[in-house]
């Protein structure tokens, strides 16, 4: 693949493919993932690019889905000018009201690391990032790019309730990933977090929310057709997404 760096020359990318392993998502099929090559620089312009075909980021390596005879995994980003809340969204917005909320370039904590050890050991004790660790937690979402930040979420007493690592890219905010306090179930922190994103990207005039892959079979990764209106990548090409009725 190449691609054209803004004054520059064109830039030509390398990339490489996985055994085919055990999908994380959906019982009984093997997947496969694209990656690009670990060695190459990772400029604002080649991730806009490559987000712009479906690649999301992990760390500092960019991967999309390259399954055989599977196309279950399908890019989404929010439309954010024609975003408005549904009823529930709206709910628990103005529930998390309470919360402050501090943009901080991406760095390892303590404390940080204790609340994504909680939430994973809670929410996601059967995934591929169990069991946690300090080092996983560094590999996965710490960065060094001016483009990559963590927000955090306290509460009035200066609890720490969610960590969301959120990147900038040229047409909007891409959601990496978001862990939060488990025992809070009634404030929808998960939910909270997405809708920040999306007032933060109209806040900075910028037009989409990129929520990675939805997969209509797998129930961790369908909630985000709640975001509407979305957009999906089919065929190399941005389409609405059809709306669901809420």
């Known amino acids: 693949m190449t691609i054209n760096n803004p004054g520059s020359q064109a830039v030509a990318l390398r990339f490489y493919q996985t055994m085919p392993h055990r999908c994380s998502y959906l019982a009984e099929r093997e997947a496969t993932t694209l ?5 190459q620089p990772l400029t604002p ?5 490559l987000t712009q075909v479906g690649f999301r980021r992990s760390g500092r390596h960019l991967y999309r889905p390259h399954c055989q005879g599977c196309n279950a995994c399908q890019s989404v ?4 000018q024609g975003f408005r809340f549904n009823r529930q969204q709206r709910k628990i917005w103005n529930r998390n009201q309470d919360l402050s909320w501090l943009v901080t370039p991406t760095r390892f904590t303590d404390e940080y690391y204790q609340l ?3 939430y994973l050991e809670s929410r996601h004790a059967d995934g591929d990032m169990f069991p946690p660790s300090e080092e996983q937690f560094r590999s996965f979402l ?14 009035a007493h200066g609890q720490l309730l969610a960590v969301a690592a959120v990147d900038r890219l040229s047409d909007g905010l891409s959601a990496i990933y978001t862990f939060y306090d488990p025992e ?3 404030r ?3 939910v909270y977090a997405v809708l920040w994103q999306i007032e933060e990207a109209r806040q900075q005039d910028l037009p989409h929310v990129y929520l990675g892959y939805w997969i209509s079979e797998c129930r961790k990764m369908s909630y985000k057709e709640n975001y509407q209106p979305l957009e999906i990548l089919q065929q190399q090409e941005w389409q609405p997404f059809p709306a669901r009725d809420k």
């Open 142 to 155: 710490l960065l060094s790019e001016s483009w990559a930040r963590l927000v955090e979420f306290r509460d």
């Open 188 to 190: 929808s922190l998960g």
């Open 184 to 186: 809070q179930k009634r």
């Open 116 to 118: 994504y050890r909680r």
């Open 35 to 39: 990656f690009l090559d670990p060695q």
């Open 77 to 80: 980003r929010v439309q954010v």
């Open 45 to 49: 312009a080649i991730y806009d690019a």
